[in-house]
């Protein structure tokens, strides 16, 4: 079974071929199919500092997994059907395990061009940032490692009333989610017996995007949130997030830029800063956070190339984790990714008691 990533890769490898011109195509279809397929191989080395460190044996850690993504959505005048199924399977030191995920599964009916519900599981993905969303409060957290991989959603209903204008206000928008927790729905959500109600009003006001949120719950505090985005050049967007409980000493923020330069440089960076900190097993548990990623598309001419270097950097014990990369486009939406990912911090910092002190990361994706 260690083989499968690299069967994966030969069946990847097996669909490659010249540029072809499909007159299917260009018919308009009442579906739409799309997703990766990924394989994957990590070699890790171990941190002797770690409090995990004796649990495990002294050699390095070897992962092999493969992920396949399926994005399927199904049209039928006003009636939607979107959905989205993961697969892993994961090979570490020898443990195979595999998992089937629905991510997202749900009905959309638009009633007229400005008012739509959408019933089933969904991730709404609110919020600006790039590496964490503190007003994200109906989505699971990101992966650091990864911000831009899908998420699985949650069992809820959501109306949106969405309208355009003419003038300085050119958008507004509202939506409303309605969703419930316990032992049996949305567990990993909450197992607590509970009603959650999202309010968010959206605007495009001044070529600012804006977002009012009340989040209501009916056993514990409610929250408010906002979150803004605006180009102030061409080439450089600033965005922040804020996000309160009531009634409670509790609050958190973010503040962040990306930068495009003239030769193709891209530079994104984020500060963010809760005032209590959140359970150790989640990321970005800490206080304050400053993360930076600087990506160069085709340096020095590499046609089809990037390199990219990121660093997450806890301010509080001032340990770290660094991430260099380079990533090649083939023909046929092939992508090869292969990064050094190496934490490091004094002993009892997060980064400096990670189990896995640096890690060769190669990702081979297909995407169709």
């Known amino acids: 079974m260690k083989a499968l990533p690299l069967i994966l890769c030969v069946a990847i490898l097996s669909h490659a071929g010249d540029y072809d011109f499909d007159l299917d195509a260009i018919e308009v279809k009442p579906y739409t199919l799309s997703g990766y397929l990924k394989g994957e191989n990590k070699l890790q080395g171990l941190n002797d500092d770690s409090p995990l460190f004796h649990t495990k044996n002294k050699d390095s850690i070897k992962t092999y997994a493969s992920e396949g993504d399926v ?62 969303n503190p007003i994200a409060f109906f989505d699971r957290k990101k992966d650091p490692n990864d911000p831009d991989a899908s998420r699985e959603g ?58 009012l949120i009340y989040y ?27 996000a309160k409980t009531l009634g409670e000493d509790d609050y958190a923020y973010l503040l962040g830029f990306k930068y495009l330069t003239a030769f193709d440089l891209t530079i994104t960076t984020e500060y963010f800063y809760q ?71 004094q002993r009892g910092s997060e980064y400096g008691s990670k189990l896995v002190q640096d890690t060769l990361w190669t990702k081979l994706y297909w995407y169709f």
């Open 71 to 132: 994005k399927f959505a199904y049209f039928q005048d006003a009636l939607k059907l979107d959905s989205e199924v993961m697969v892993n399977y994961n090979d570490i030191d020898g443990a195979y395990s595999d998992k089937y995920t629905i991510a997202q599964l749900f009905m959309q009916y638009k009633f007229d061009q400005n008012n739509l519900i959408e019933v089933g599981k969904k991730a709404p993905n609110w919020g600006k940032g790039y590496f964490v």
């Open 154 to 211: 949650y069992v809820m209903a959501n109306y949106r009333y969405n309208k355009s204008y003419d003038g300085n206000i050119r958008n507004v928008s509202f939506d409303l989610i309605v969703m419930k927790s316990n032992e049996h729905m949305n567990d990993e959500f909450s197992q607590e017996e509970q009603n959650h109600v999202g309010m968010k009003a959206y605007f495009l006001a001044y070529d600012t995007d804006i977002d």
């Open 275 to 345: 005032k209590n900190q959140s359970s150790k097993s989640e990321p970005f548990y800490d206080h304050q956070y400053v993360m930076n990623k600087f990506s160069q598309k085709e340096p020095f001419n590499w046609l089809y190339g990037a390199i990219y270097y990121k660093n997450i950097y806890n301010l509080g014990d001032k340990s770290m984790q660094n991430s260099l990369g380079a990533t090649y486009s083939f023909k046929n939406n092939m992508l090869l990714d292969i990064s050094y990912n190496i934490n490091d911090g």
């Open 216 to 242: 209501r719950r009916s056993e514990q505090s409610d929250k408010v949130g906002l979150d803004f985005s605006k180009n102030i050049q061409t080439n450089i967007e600033v965005h922040g997030e804020f």
